[in-house]
Structures are given as C-alpha cells and as structure tokens.
C-alpha cells in the first residue's frame, strides 16, 4: 500500500497536513485523502479514476498559474 504525507505553512501561516493512502472499498482501488489545518479535518475517498482526473485538473490550473 503506498502513502503519502506531508506537513507545511500555508499563505496564512498555518500549519497543514495531507496524506494520501491507496486504499479499495468496495472493491474499488482509490484513495484516501486527509487535509487538516487550522480550520479543522476533510477526509475523502476517491476511485482511482477520480484521483488521475483530479490530478489532471489540479496540474493544468497550476501551470496555467505560473
């Protein structure tokens, strides 16, 4: 099972938290994702499709940002 996390500042100075855990409910291979902060927690589930398309979208806006 692979994972991922990571802690940094955000613009605001505070401290966040992701982690990502390759996870199948269901019988369906996807992803955990946790980000927590300052203003509290959000977990989700994404199929493994999702995480590819959301990755897609997440890069084109920012590259179109630099």
């Known amino acids: ?4 996390s990571r802690q940094f500042k955000n613009e605001h100075g505070d401290t966040v938290t992701i982690r990502t855990n ?4 269901y019988g369906i291979d996807g992803v955990q994702v946790l980000v927590g902060g300052a203003e509290g927690d959000t977990e989700f589930f994404v ?3 999702e995480a590819v398309e959301l990755y897609e979208a997440l890069g084109a ?5 630099r």
Request: hydrophobic share 20%; proline share 0%.
């Open 47 to 49: 199929t493994k499709q």
């Open 22 to 25: 390759e996870e199948t409910r």
């Open 61 to 65: 806006i920012l590259k179109r940002g």
């Open 1 to 4: 099972m692979k994972t991922y």
